[in-house]
């Protein structure tokens, strides 16, 4: 699976670098610290990762404006790339509106766990070659 991790937070980056370059799960990944930076990458790419995971809280633009440009601009085009929220925040008001989005497969609190990791390849092996039209 081709991942890209978009999180600003020192320490969540580090232990997603540790947790992915020892996972059988991830074939490929890129970590991102801007998420104006990640979309401008999207953007250009001609390979798309199969996952984004995406913090909520960033500077300039935070998780959830990520979605919403990210859906208005290459949702259509790559729908088959499943968004996970990756939050810190344990609130419901945030989970809910993150599930708002047409885009977003689940919102999961911080960290991370290999099993998780696991189940979001699953999933993402599930819907590869299933086409949204």
């Not at 960290?111 to 590869?128: A, G, H, Q």
Request: charge should be negative; aromatic fraction near 10%; proline fraction near 3%.
């Amino acid at each position: 699976m081709d991942v890209m991790l978009i999180d600003d937070d020192d320490d969540t980056v580090f232990l997603m670098d540790v947790l992915f370059s020892k996972s059988d799960a991830v074939d490929k990944y890129t970590i991102e610290t801007n998420a104006i930076d990640a979309l401008k990458k999207l953007l250009k790419k001609e390979q798309f990762p199969d996952c984004i995971l995406v913090d909520i809280r960033m500077p300039e633009i935070n998780g959830f404006e990520f979605v919403e440009k990210y859906e208005q601009k290459l949702g259509k085009l790559h729908p088959n790339t499943q968004i996970y929220i990756l939050s810190s925040s344990a609130r419901q008001s945030d989970e809910q509106k993150a599930m708002k989005y047409k885009s977003v497969k689940e919102f999961i609190v911080k960290p991370l766990t290999k099993k998780k990791l696991t189940e979001i390849n699953e999933s993402v092996l599930r819907n590869k070659y299933i086409r949204y039209d």
